[in-house]
């Protein structure tokens, strides 16, 4: 499979961010991983790595929802205003453990391609590949 140039890991709790980088490390997804640990390090990172077109721009976005000093819906709500070059190439998925249906429609009014219910796993990963990227994991 042709790896993604850059992924991006947005969540509050480390132990989640640890085994989700472990996760994407062993089946090969992405050259390189960002970690961030609420939105606004997420913004930081984008306005660092997306500034200009370039293979350190995420494709793949991982995002919590609750998180302290800028939760997932106060990201995107900035992130949609953000003028960044690749924007439009980047996929944002919501990574939650449970959504309340208002939040549910909140969410499907923002730029995302979909959430999906934690813990990330092999599975759920190959989908977003098949689904976005047009690519799938090995079935080794």
Request: charged share 25%; net charge negative.
């Amino acid at each position: 499979m042709q790896k993604l140039s850059c992924a991006l890991l947005v969540d509050d709790d480390k132990t989640t961010n640890y085994l989700n980088q472990m996760l994407l490390k062993r089946l090969d997804v992405a050259e390189k991983l960002l970690v961030a640990l609420n939105g606004q390090e997420a913004l930081n990172l984008l306005k660092i790595h997306c500034h200009e077109a370039t293979e350190a721009c995420p494709m793949l976005i991982f995002l919590d929802v609750k998180m302290p000093v800028m939760n997932g819906f106060e990201f995107l709500e900035i992130y949609a205003e953000l003028p960044l070059a690749q924007k439009q190439a980047i996929v944002i998925v919501v990574l939650t453990t449970s959504l309340h249906p208002q939040d549910v429609g909140r969410l499907e009014k923002l730029h995302i391609a979909g959430f999906i219910n934690k813990p990330l796993t092999k599975e759920k990963i190959d989908d977003i590949l098949r689904q976005h990227f047009n690519r799938h994991l090995p079935t080794n």
